[in-house]
């Protein structure tokens, strides 16, 4: 019989909620005041739970048991306008789980909620500087969409931050998360066991034309950097057949247009050019058509091209004895409605991945939407979900 309780666990799944609440989702960025004040009321509940919260540098809070023990979590800020569960639901599982545990004389259980993993400052900031990816000098220095560099933002956390957390201490990683795609939903199943997280690729991409007035100047002697993104978008649609499958994905999620005035010909245009597949060189290659894409419309309507540096995380499987325990749990708890699954989003565990064995497991998202404020798991999915990462952690 399960010893973790499954009230407790969704009433402090929408308390965390109520951080940032905007209707049915949540605006709670990593260091704005409610993702601050969010980490505060966690740290006391790991405090509540015999844990000994701790704050690092980046604002990643662990709650760590005493002695070797098991790390389950995820991330609590959220997307700029983010759904409610994306994150939140591996805090709180793993805090339950934890929690449960120490109740019942289980197994070391530790907990974390990393910082930054919807990337206001890139994506995943706050594992991958813990794990030793990206330097904190230079994860300082990057700015987000507003101008602000993280150095300047993570200073709210203040008198928060204690020493580093020694990832030796930690015998391996299970993250619990939505899915955030349509199969388990359509599937009508209830756990995805994860085989491989995909890799990922962005750049900040800019078109510069000739700013000018849009009465005046005849069409033909327009050299107007929207007009070249546009150009860009739909050509690379069309070219990217011919190196990609199904699964591979690309996206041009932030535009920045300047001067951005309807009466203004676009002098330039800056924009984010992402991209994702389970295959290295897949990703080597949908590169070579974005460059060469660019570089033709570039010529073709004489607009000046700069393309920033390209961020990588390359795509990651999970540790087998970790993903058999998940297995197991599965079959136990969703017999016969459980599949094994690639994750086609980005999470903390692939940075975790490099110090330690990891694993994760996704409850369905209903209508496969995420990233969204209508986000949504049903109850009995985000307890399942919580019965699976339990077993699977030794707390049964
Ligand atoms: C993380 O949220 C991602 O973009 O996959
Ligand atoms: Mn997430
Ligand atoms: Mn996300």
């Not at 990337?119 to 990206?134: I, K």
């Not at 993280?150 to 709210?156: D, I, M, P, S, W």
Request: proline share 5%; aromatic share 6%; with cysteine.
């Amino acid at each position: 019989m399960a010893v973790v309780d499954a009230s407790r666990f969704l009433a402090d799944l929408y308390h965390l909620r109520g951080f940032g609440r905007v209707g049915t989702g949540v605006i709670r960025p990593a260091y704005s005041a409610p993702d601050i004040e969010a980490r505060d009321w966690l740290a006391g509940r790991m405090a509540e739970a015999g844990l000994v919260p701790q704050f690092d540098a980046m604002g990643n809070l662990f709650g760590l048991a005493e002695g070797p023990s098991l790390l389950l979590g995820s991330h609590s800020d959220t997307q700029p306008t983010g759904g409610w569960l994306d994150g939140a639901l591996g805090v709180i599982a793993a805090l339950e789980v934890a929690r449960a545990s120490r109740e019942s004389g289980g197994p070391a259980i530790s907990v974390v909620s990393f910082q930054d993993e919807e990337g206001r400052f890139g994506g995943t900031t706050g594992s991958a500087v813990w794990s030793g990816a990206l330097a904190l000098a230079d994860a300082d220095a990057v700015a987000d969409t507003d101008g602000v560099i993280l150095g300047e933002a993570r200073k709210v956390l203040g008198s928060r931050i204690g020493p580093d957390v020694n990832p030796r201490q930690f015998t391996g990683f299970i993250e619990l998360h939505i899915e955030q795609g349509p199969a388990l939903d359509a599937a009508g199943e209830q756990i995805g066991v994860v085989s491989d997280i995909v890799g990922y690729r962005e750049m900040m991409v800019t078109l510069t034309g000739q700013q000018n007035h849009a009465g005046t100047t005849p069409m033909a002697l327009r050299r107007d950097a929207f007009q070249g993104l546009s150009r860009f978008a739909v050509r690379l649609e069309d070219r990217m057949r011919n190196v990609v499958t199904p699964q591979s994905v690309w996206t041009i999620g932030h535009v920045a247009v300047a001067p951005n005035a309807a009466s203004i010909v676009p002098g330039q245009v800056r924009f984010s050019m992402q991209w994702r597949d389970g295959d290295k060189d897949r990703l080597a290659r949908m590169r070579c058509v974005i460059e060469a894409v660019l570089a033709d419309v570039a010529g073709e309507m004489e607009l000046g091209l700069e393309i920033g540096p390209l961020m990588v995380l390359e795509p990651v499987a999970m540790d087998r004895a970790l993903r058999k325990r998940l297995e197991a749990a599965a079959e136990a708890v969703a017999p016969g409605r459980w599949r094994l699954m690639p994750s086609g989003a980005l999470h903390d565990a692939t940075n975790v991945a490099r110090l330690m064995p990891v694993a994760m497991l996704f409850v369905p998202s209903i209508g496969g939407i995420s990233h969204a404020f209508e986000e949504d798991t049903a109850e009995a999915d985000l307890v399942a979900g919580l019965r699976v990462l339990a077993r699977a952690a030794g707390v049964t």
